[in-house]
């Protein structure tokens, strides 16, 4: 370039009209003869070497670029942290009184295009997300459409919490300054309560183990600590800081158990809301041990064993006794079963280990003991489950209702056994209890819970008669009379089966029914299944959306009072979905735990981040950005302790930070609009400059 003028520039180039090496090798025969001439003094020779010099450049051929050229703005990118950890001692207030003044300065400089970035504006969710705070993430792309040469610098005003790293700019260098201003104060000290391990699923009956650390610039502070697991508070303990400290959380029930951990605030506490934890532990069971006891060989009896059977997430221990004691032939009454019958085992030592124990069909023989009868009262009442599924021997003289079992049992006998056609049916109460509700084939209800149409299941010949002593009604047969019966005992639940029929349904005679389904339910709402449980209130997240169910077995629905994480009430009035089924929606902007209550009920739900991120250490700090600034000759200012710095435009190679001052790089880039060639030896010109040279060296010679 030799040259240069305002809005372009002026360049020299070639266009030879021979390759270079013929103009080369033709310079050099011409300079040979040149200097021969001189050497045997011939006189011309300067003329002739300037013609010389003349061809041989017009073969060169030589024109001048003008190029037109637009300047381009050099970029300079704002980061704005708007995180709700900026909330925290006025640095919201701060940081708006920074932008504004760096805007004003930047407006000054007058050649800027200002990008500004905002990272985790907003609120609730976007604010306090499952990420936290990116702003490494957020750099890189509004990088990616920023050109290289074109970049002055990035000026960053946050709090410094990123919670992600600078590999998030994938190798890519800044090759501009980054200038961070701080919106905290040095120093800052904050109680947190950190989660070290916890479970994420327990089994229920069991305990997990969390652990936690309290941690706390004061070393040895005795901190207060207080738990609550489903909204019930646990006793208060004081907990030594930054120290791991194992609890121990039981798992009663299955689903989500809902753990609340809080530490008491520290003296110099810039936010309680990291002194809070919430945990959500999933509750499975373990294989659930079932023992069945049949009678006597029936139709049926393999209904039951083939269900359970098929449930992989059952133990099944099943006997039959083969051979009744009428048989006059001798057989000891401990000899009726295929195999040993173990009773003391099974009914005095294990029989804690048994989630669920069934008689089909059975009766007093003599094989099972009264006291053995009695243990199994006292299991129902800790907590077991029974199921009685009744035939003709129940309104024999040798029922079980005449035993200590009658304790248990929903239901007593007349003594009469119903034989006659007649088909199952669902009762008001069964229409509301998810044991025997929209069941296949079932009746097809109004709006109000009233039989538009009969079920379509096949029919049944045989019922035991038997008056209901408590317990729910949920399947009738034969003119009314109770079928099923579900029931709680103490701490127990007991399920009652009045007929021995149900095998019909599983060959599919008239049509069959939906036995399996009918069986599993019973046995699952036995073994307290949450999705069976007939009075609940049940929550469920998806997203910012909450869905809240209340399923009622009188068919009361009262509103539903949600609470939200910052305190405010709300009431939900519920819409009927069905006979004793109500729901409501509700899309929240808070993120944290959510309580429900109808005065009855009470549930807790988590919504976004259980212990979001954004919160997890909320001390300002230049660890993370610090080391980047350094790398790219960019500053560090803490904004609520130092001046605003002022802003200069520097050359690219110059320094690009100072005491009080921050730089942004001068690129003096542009973008070609138009290009303009002039030759600068027109082929006349040539012409005129050879012939003259030649006239003169022979006028030279001449004279």
Not at 61 to 77: F, K, M, S
Not at 209 to 214: E, M, N, P, Q, V
Request: charged letters at 25%; zero cysteines; a negative charge.
């Amino acid at each position: 370039m030799i040259g240069s003028m305002i809005g372009g520039a002026v360049g020299l180039d070639f266009s030879p009209m021979v390759p270079w090496w013929v103009i080369g090798t033709l310079a050099a025969v011409g300079f040979a003869l040149v200097i021969y001439t001189a050497l045997m003094r011939g006189r011309g020779g300067l003329w002739r070497s300037l013609a010389l010099l003349v061809l041989l450049a017009a073969l060169a051929n030589p024109y001048l670029i003008a190029e037109d050229r637009d300047p381009r703005d050099d970029v300079a990118v704002l980061l704005l942290d708007e995180s709700t950890s900026q909330s925290i001692d006025d640095r919201s207030v701060r940081a708006s009184e920074i932008t504004e003044d760096l805007m004003r300065r930047l407006d000054a400089l007058g050649d800027l295009d200002v990008r500004t970035v905002t990272v985790g504006g907003g609120s609730g969710r976007a604010a306090g997300g499952r990420d936290g705070t990116r702003l490494f993430t957020a750099l890189r792309d509004v990088l990616d459409d920023v050109p290289q040469g074109r970049l002055a610098g990035v000026i960053a005003v946050t709090d410094g919490q990123s919670h992600d790293r600078v590999e998030e700019l994938g190798g890519r260098e800044l090759g501009a300054p980054l200038h961070v201003i701080l919106t905290g104060r040095k120093g800052e000290r904050d109680r947190r309560l950190v989660i070290e391990h916890v479970p994420s699923f327990g089994v229920v009956g069991r305990t997990v183990t969390a652990k936690i650390r309290i941690e706390d610039a004061d070393r040895t502070a005795a901190v207060p600590f207080s738990m609550s697991i489903d909204g019930v508070p646990r006793p208060d303990a004081v907990i030594r800081a930054n120290q791991v400290v194992e609890i121990e959380i039981p798992i009663e029930h299955g689903g989500e158990t809902i753990v609340e951990m809080m530490a008491g605030p520290g003296p110099d506490e810039l936010t309680e809301k990291n002194n809070r934890a919430v945990l959500a532990i999933n509750g499975v069971r373990d294989r659930l041990r079932v023992l069945l006891v049949s009678g006597a060989p029936h139709a049926g009896e393999r209904t039951w064993r083939d269900l359970l059977k098929a449930d992989p997430s059952v133990d099944l221990v099943h006997f039959t006794i083969l051979r009744p004691p009428e048989k006059q032939d001798g057989t000891p009454v401990r000899e009726l079963s295929l195999i040993a019958f173990p009773v003391r085992e099974l009914f005095e030592l294990k029989l804690d280990e048994f989630d669920l124990i069934i008689f089909d069909q059975y009766q007093r023989r003599g094989v099972l003991p009264r006291s053995y009868l009695r243990n199994i009262v006292e299991f129902v009442r800790n907590g077991g489950a029974f199921l009685e599924a009744s035939g003709p021997p129940f309104a024999s003289r040798l029922s079980l209702a005449n035993t200590p079992l009658g304790e248990v049992l929903p239901a007593m006998p007349t003594g009469d056994i119903v034989e006659q056609p007649f088909r199952p049916a669902t009762t008001p109460d069964g229409h509301r209890h998810p044991v025997t509700a929209d069941l296949p084939g079932g009746p097809v209800l109004d709006a109000d819970g009233a039989e538009t149409a009969p079920p379509t299941w096949g029919r049944w010949f045989r019922q035991i008669e038997a008056d209901v002593l408590r317990g729910v009604v949920l399947m009738e047969g034969a003119e009314g009379r109770p079928l099923l019966i579900l029931d709680r005992f103490g701490e127990g639940r007991v399920a009652h089966l009045l007929t021995d029929q149900m095998w019909l349904w599983t060959r599919g005679f008239d049509g069959g029914g939906p036995q399996a389904e009918i069986l599993r339910r019973t046995a699952h709402w036995l073994m307290r299944e949450p999705d069976l449980e007939e009075n609940d209130l049940r929550v469920r997240v998806k997203g910012d959306r909450i869905d809240v169910t209340r399923r009622s077995l009188d068919g009361e629905l009262p509103d539903v009072t949600m609470t939200l994480p910052d305190g405010t009430e709300l009431t939900l009035p519920l819409t009927r979905t069905g006979p004793g089924r109500g729901q409501a929606s509700f899309t929240t902007d808070q993120v944290g735990l959510h309580g429900f209550t109808d005065g009855v009920l009470t549930k807790l739900a988590a919504v976004g981040a259980l212990n979001p991120v954004e919160f997890s250490d909320v001390r300002t700090t230049g660890e993370w950005l610090g080391p980047l600034a350094q790398q790219t000759g960019g500053s560090v200012t803490w904004g609520a302790e130092e001046d605003t710095p002022s802003l200069r435009r520097v050359r690219a190679g110059r320094a690009t930070s100072g005491r009080d001052w921050a730089g942004l790089v001068r690129n003096e880039d542009y973008i070609v609009t138009g290009v303009q060639t002039v030759p600068l030896l027109p082929g006349v010109l040539v012409l005129l400059l050879v012939i003259g040279g030649i006239i003169m060296a022979w006028r030279r010679e001449a004279g």
